[in-house]
């Protein structure tokens, strides 16, 4: 099994933690590790083939998107503007912002994402608009997101709609990204999340439907990084905490495996657990007070079903 360096080394800086039952809990859950490879950047647009998994968060984010975007362009009120587009996936989303616009903005499509494999399907799919006048592709993560703003802004591009969908936000802790999206933007930029939300007293329901085999047709490339080999482990998925605020995929190692990399060794015994990814859910109310902390014009819009948000945050 080929082991890669990035993820290797971020097992190595997180280290493991042990549970109150004696496991030993390696962390790998950097949502930028998902799209390392195009496999692992394919692996995710496959859970679009996941009927439930589009319907409820693909399908209505852009319904949202559609009936709302007349509202984001007059809250920025620029007649050209880059769209910044975060963790861009293949575009498709983007594109059915600018192809609702009833505006004759000029925009310049700039598609943010650590996958190259993501930046030339979504330049692809949006650059032949007819509103498009530019794409710029920009290989990055999101730390880096002010230098990024500082770069675009240029000639008539001064001004930006950020755009941070399919549920991005939830993979971070809100306040470190928040904080560090609106000390990127300038006055009068808009920034656009897609997210879930819950009004009953449970934040995450159904957790079956985290466990299908999509989801390990994915994460798996990531321990396979490890040096893991797929009979080596079981994909599992669990809620971390009694208030059901935080989901957790993970990997239950089933043999002892010594990994060697590099004249280094690492080993992983049989019950060790390895988290390839987490997410946080929020109330509507919390989410909204959360944005309103870095923002001074803060609007909530949800689908029919109150089960899924767009944020439009004005700085």
């Known amino acids: 099994m080929e082991i890669n360096e990035v993820i290797l080394k971020e097992l190595v800086k997180r280290g493991y933690s042990i549970s109150d039952n004696d496991t030993k809990i390696w962390d790998v859950s950097d949502s930028k590790l998902w799209y390392l490879t195009p496999e692992l950047s394919q692996g995710f647009l496959n859970l679009y083939k996941y009927e439930p998994f589009r319907r409820n968060k693909f399908d209505k984010e852009v319904e949202l998107i559609k009936n709302n975007v007349d509202v984001i362009i007059n809250l920025n009120g620029f007649p050209s503007f880059n769209l910044i587009d975060l963790g861009c996936g293949d575009g498709e989303k983007a594109k059915a912002f600018i192809e609702s616009m009833k505006t004759d903005s000029k925009i310049r499509y700039c598609p943010v994402d650590i996958s190259n494999y993501f930046l030339e399907k979504a330049c692809g799919n949006v650059k032949s608009l007819k509103k498009i006048v530019g794409c710029k592709e920009i290989l990055s993560d999101f730390n880096n997101f002010d230098d990024i703003v500082a770069m675009l802004r240029s ?37 656009v999340i897609g997210n879930g939300i819950r009004t009953g007293e449970k934040r995450f329901v159904e ?31 669990r809620f971390a905490d009694s208030r059901l605020n935080r989901l957790e995929a993970y990997y239950k190692i089933l043999k002892d495996k010594t990994v060697i990399y590099k004249g280094k060794e690492i080993n992983f015994k049989s019950g060790d657990e390895v988290v390839v990814a987490v997410q946080y859910k929020y109330f509507e109310k919390e989410f909204k007070d959360a944005c309103s902390l870095y923002f001074k014009n803060v609007e909530i819009v949800k689908d029919k079903d109150n089960e899924y948000a767009l944020m439009i945050c004005k700085k």
């Not at 299908?212 to 079981?234: A, Q, R, T, Y």
Request: charged residues 25%; glycine residues 12%.
């Open 155 to 191: 000639g008539e591009f001064e001004h930006n709609i950020v755009l941070l969908l399919g549920e991005t936000i939830s993979h971070y802790d809100i306040h470190d990204l928040l904080f560090k999206l609106s000390e990127g933007m300038g006055l009068g930029d808009v920034l």
């Open 207 to 237: 957790i079956e439907k985290y466990k299908v085999p999509l989801f390990n047709d994915w994460f798996i490339h990531i321990v396979n990084g490890l040096g893991l080999e797929n009979g080596d482990v079981k994909y599992e998925a």
